[in-house]
């Protein structure tokens, strides 16, 4: 049988999916990634721990592949996005902590450049809004702190470039290149020529040396090299795509106006915009959604951003103790009624769309004697929707029409959630067969570029849901959605 692998390099985990030429996830390997928080507002990743269980997982699930007699066709890689890696291309040495995209340490420095009027032409010319949460500022804050200051080739990269780099021979002819969904994330990308922007990287003083080509997303970007991965030496990477757009992909949202959510560590919301960019919408973000090159023009995507989801989750088992497991945590919250006035805003990292607000921070209000651990898990869970209603809503203040909401991501696994998140936010929402759309979509951009399959007509053919969810009655709902976002006034 002939394979596609998805290498799918998220923030709390690394794995490796075997897809078949029916979609059909056949094996996969997954390994926990480590976080660090050295201060209050900053998340950092260790780059060389992401290389190593990429190439562990990828290792361990085309092994078994060769011993069943299955043949590996070509890899494809999904990312998150904005995280920033810094090293040098001529030895290969990591010279910091990559920056992950929750990170705030940029916080002033994107106040600053909104105090000099510099925020209209960001938005214009990349799409998205002056936030710590993109790469160009974190690249300003490495540059800044003189950790590439020796290095001979200074590099400054997203995780789909120092992955493609890493596997396909590093310091010994590695290819440095990027693709469009991700470049769009940097605040470096001008949307419309689908470049670096030269008033971009002046502006924030990335020297362009630093930064990787950029391809379309359907690309023989390289071949993986036998020294780093044997079992898959010169087999082609064939095609990238940042995390939330491969989830797009992977849901086959192709046409305009369709929308997904994933919820997995934060809640992104995007919507297939066509092949025009759509241009500011408030509270929303414009990127990139996919480069197919040879099979169409580029397709644009609004997006919104909870930057806080399935994280607050942990959060509740590991700082808190309130679960053993995450997967207790909908038990948990059904036990009770409702949240009898508890609200729960994570904002951790702030709060992202619609809202913007690098400053906020997270609270649980509301608690009463009656309190108890359920009312706070089942107020988290409403958090989770709330987020979303205030996206679904900035689409539709923007004029975007929804029809309805595919839900992948691991939260989604949870009835309550998407039965609750259809009726706040008076949407079908629609449950993915597999919640697996970010890696089935790198497996399909992958398996496009070489011939498994032919056009998005066939891949839309081969998407499958379990289940639907329609509204309720919102009148109980909405009260608490308002009470929600009178919680997040005071965060």
Request: charged share 20%; hydrophobic share 45%.
């Amino acid at each position: 049988m002939e394979l596609i692998l998805a290498l799918d390099a998220g923030t709390s985990s690394v794995r490796t999916l075997a897809f078949d030429a029916g979609t059909q996830v056949l094996d996969s390997a997954s390994r926990e990634l480590t976080q660090y928080f050295p201060h209050p507002g900053w998340v950092e990743h260790d780059a060389t721990q992401i290389a190593d269980l990429a190439i562990a997982t990828l290792r361990e699930v085309a092994s078994r592949a060769l011993e069943r007699g299955h043949r590996v066709a070509a890899v494809g890689i999904t990312n998150q996005r904005e995280t920033t890696v810094a090293f040098d291309r001529e030895n290969g040495h990591v010279a910091h902590h990559a920056l992950v995209w929750q990170d705030r340490r940029t916080a002033a420095t994107c106040e600053q450049l909104e105090h000099d009027d510099k925020g209209s032409l960001v938005r214009e010319t990349t799409g998205l809004v002056l936030d710590p949460y993109f790469s160009a500022t974190k690249m300003r804050w490495l540059l800044d702190a003189g950790v590439l200051d020796a290095a001979s080739a200074p590099s400054l990269c997203t995780i789909d470039t120092w992955l493609l780099w890493v596997l396909s021979g590093a310091s010994d002819g590695g290819a440095y290149l990027t693709e469009p969904s991700n470049a769009s994330r940097t605040m470096l990308m001008d949307l419309d020529t689908l470049d670096w922007s030269p008033a971009m990287t002046s502006l924030f003083e990335v020297p362009n040396a630093a930064l990787a080509d950029i391809r379309p997303s359907t690309t023989n970007f390289a071949t993986i090299s036998a020294e780093v991965v044997p079992e898959l030496a010169g087999v082609p990477v064939t095609g990238i795509l940042g995390d939330q757009q491969a989830a797009l992909f992977g849901q086959a949202c192709f046409e305009s106006g369709v929308v997904k959510a994933t919820y997995g560590t934060g809640a992104f919301i995007l919507a297939n915009a066509g092949d025009t960019s759509p241009g500011s919408v408030d509270g929303l973000l414009t990127s990139v959604a996919w480069d197919l090159g040879a099979f169409g023009p580029a397709t644009y995507c609004l997006e919104g951003s909870a930057f806080v989801a399935g994280a607050a989750v942990q959060w509740l088992r590991d700082e808190l103790g309130f679960i053993d497991a995450s997967s207790e945590l909908e038990a948990l919250a059904n036990s009770v009624a409702s949240s009898e006035g508890v609200a729960f805003v994570p904002a951790f990292t702030g709060l992202g769309s619609p809202f913007w607000r690098s400053d906020a921070r997270g609270s649980i209000s509301g608690l009463s004697h009656s309190s108890r651990r359920a009312h706070v898990a089942r107020a988290l869970l409403e958090s989770l929707a709330f987020q979303v209603r205030a996206i679904t809503d900035a689409f539709q203040s923007g004029g975007v029409a929804l029809r309805e909401l595919r839900a992948d991501g691991g939260a989604a696994a949870m009835d309550s959630l998407l039965q609750l998140q259809a009726t706040i936010s008076r949407l079908d929402v629609v449950r993915s067969r597999s919640l697996e759309a970010t890696a089935r979509g790198a497996a399909c951009v992958a398996g496009l570029e070489i011939g498994v399959w032919h056009s998005l007509e066939e891949l839309g053919e081969l998407w499958e849901y379990d289940a639907r969810f329609t509204p309720l009655d919102p009148l109980l709902v909405d009260a608490g959605y308002e009470a929600w976002l009178r919680a997040c006034d005071r965060s």
